[in-house]
Each structure stands twice: as C-alpha cells, then as structure tokens.
C-alpha cells in the first residue's frame, strides 16, 4: 500500500506558488526583524540545495563478511545521477549503481571483489593497458585473508 | 525509470561487444577482449529491473554516455568502438 505525505486533517495543501509567496514574505519580514537570522537561512537553504547532488566520500576499512582484507583504507565515491546512485572505486575504475547510496556502495563492493577474484590469477600478458592498471591498483588495496 | 542506459541496454550492449559474461551473486561481470586481451569490463546488476540505471556503464568502456547509447541502439558498432580505444589509448596497436 502507497503511503502518501501526513497531513493534519482541515489543512488544504497550498499550491507550490502560494508557498512560495509566503516563503519570500516570511523572509522580508525576518530581513527586517532580523537580518542576521536572514542571511543564515539564505546560506541554509543553498547547504540544502547543493547537498542533494553532491558526491559523498565512503571510507572502507572491511570487505567483511568476504574472505579480503582491506591492506589500506580506500574510498568509494557515491553521486547521484540520473534517479540512482553511481558508487565509484575511482583507484580502479570501478562503478556500479543502487537506489540508495547505502546500495550504491554495497554493490560497488560486490563488484570490487567479483573483478579481484577475476583478475587475481590472470596473467598481466592476457589483459590490456586499462586492465592491468586496474589489477594492480586492486593488488594494493586489497589481498586474500 | 531512466531516461540514460538501462540495464537493457547494459545487456545488448555486452552482446554487441561480444562480452563474455561471468555469473556472480549481486552482478554479472561482462568482460570483453580483443586479440585475445581483456581490455574493458563491466558489472550488470542481477535482479535489477530491465529500465533501472546503468549510468556508470560509459566510463567502464571508456566512451561518453551518447557513444554508449549509440552502442545499444546500433549506430555504433563494435569495431567503431575498438578504433576509439585505440585513440584514447586504452588498447594496443596491433
């Protein structure tokens, strides 16, 4: 069952210009009473905008419960795109997706492993330039437990 | 829904490049060769719709989102990719 927004019963939802009208007058009248409150709630507001399409740095420490120890730390690098998450294991070259960057970067995990195991006993005369490099670059991240 | 690369054409576009495709747990590795190398590879996301994203499929194959849409729609072809990688470096000259 769909779940829609909570509203106290009586309370007509306003059309998005009328919240807005009301949002600029709010914020006339707070310049006015105090401009100090103003100017904060203007650099809240961008935080906010900005926030939501920015990338967010995951440090990994574990592979855990897979059989791989972490040799050092790495990050992964989740951003939005499109209406899902893309997680990047930019050492690599690595990415993969999810709905939530919770997913994002369990599936990048996932798929950082995948490769390693695929990887770790092909020989480096069997791969191209951008493979290699990626091998590599995983054999200094991370190795068998 | 996605308006860029779905998982569907994450598939055609492995059948295009003639990947060889390895089963895992949360993604199938599509690894594709050229004279005998691996020279680029990519994770599908198993159980994941057919129109759910694959935005991250361009860089994985080193060509830009429009190349890689024009890849599972059919203008570029496989050895149109191949002569790319060779501009970008990402293969050998034979």
Known sequence: MAIGPIRKPGIKKSAPKTVARRKAAL???????????????TRLEKLCEN????????????????????????YVVVQSEEDCYVATLFD????????????????????????????ENEDDSKLGPAIVRQKHALQSLIRRS | ????????????????????????????LAKIYHDGKRIAQYGIRRGSKKDSSHAYISSQIFV?????LNLAKCPLSRDGWIEILKEKGKIEEE
């Open chain 1, 27 to 41: 914020k006339k009248l707070l310049s006015k009473s105090h401009p100090a409150f103003a100017g904060r709630l």
């Open chain 1, 51 to 74: 926030s939501s399409s920015a990338s967010v740095c995951v440090p990994i420490s574990t592979l855990a419960p897979e059989p791989f120890d972490v040799i050092k730390n790495f």
């Open chain 1, 92 to 119: 690599a070259n690595i990415s993969s997706s999810g709905d939530s960057q919770e997913e994002a970067v369990a599936n990048v995990i996932d798929l950082t492993v995948m490769i390693f195991r695929s990887l």
């Open chain 2, 1 to 28: 829904m996605s308006s860029g690369i779905t998982k569907e054409h994450a598939e055609k576009i492995a059948a295009k490049l003639e990947a060889v495709v390895e089963k895992g747990d949360k993604h199938d």
């Open chain 2, 64 to 68: 830009s989102k429009r190349d890689c």
